[in-house]
């Protein structure tokens, strides 16, 4: 590990030559490539998490470049994930980083992310989140979930045997939506950036204020407000 990297966030008191031990033997897994995931995987790489891996199975589109920092107009065509390996590369190649350009499967979700301490989810898809989701839940691994919809934001935190699963609130039956969200580059970045600060908070062991609570932001006014959410007695997943 390149330390000198890092002065500048070892000077916090939550972190020091501890925290940022810590976060070099962290190995973090984010789902999806885009949006979410530009803002979050640099963040992760500017933090020096040891080990990342991140799955996308898209390819890169013209109007994904809006808020997708991560690819640019040479990028339209390739896969998300080889497209953010190029760019992460380039800016942490003492990281490791591990790209997989396929989509999160009920087939494929255990193996993906089992070597990893955590799983960040970045994507539209509530079918995804609940592989991602089962997947947690049966191997006991914290999971941070975002999602934005125009100027709002949601960031919420599972933690095994303590907090609600995402199916506890989201039905098994939830199908993919056919309709493009609305989606703004401020509001994309600030909600990744409060999923990574999670991320923060969990491998570094700090207080983290979305276990079991969502984190609701409106853009419009910028405030936040959070709701608990209650573990369902009839979860199929966790209970
Ligand atoms: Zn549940």
């Given at each position: 590990m390149n330390s000198g990297r890092y002065t500048r966030q070892i000077l916090l008191p939550e972190i020091g030559d501890i925290g940022q031990a810590k976060l070099a033997a962290a190995s973090v897994f984010v789902v999806g490539c885009g949006g979410l995931g530009s803002t979050l995987l640099y963040d992760l790489c500017g933090m020096g998490v040891g080990r990342i891996g991140f799955c996308d199975g898209d390819i890169v589109s013209l109007n994904n470049l809006n808020r997708q920092f991560?690819?640019?107009?040479?990028?339209?065509?390739?896969?998300k994930a080889q497209s953010a390996y190029e760019k992460l590369q380039a800016f942490a190649p003492e990281l490791m980083l591990e790209p997989h350009d396929t989509l999160l499967t009920d087939d494929n979700a255990i193996t993906l992310v089992?070597?990893?301490d955590l799983v960040l989810l970045a994507v539209d898809s509530i079918p995804v989140r609940l592989i991602a989701n089962r997947a947690c839940v049966s191997m006991h691994k914290p999971l941070v979930d975002a999602g934005i919809h125009g100027l709002n934001g949601s960031v919420y935190t599972y933690r095994p045997d303590q907090t609600s699963c995402l199916s506890c609130f989201y039905p098994e039956t939830s199908k993919a939506s056919a309709i493009e969200i609305p989606s703004f580059a401020p509001i994309v970045s600030a909600i990744a950036s409060l999923e990574a600060q999670c991320a923060a908070n969990i491998l570094l062991g700090l207080p983290n204020p979305t276990d079991g609570r969502m984190l609701l932001f409106d853009g419009s006014t910028m405030t936040t407000e959070f709701v608990s959410i209650a573990k369902s007695p009839n979860c199929p997943v966790c209970s």
């Open positions: 991560l690819h640019t107009p040479a990028d339209i065509g390739k896969n089992s070597s990893y």
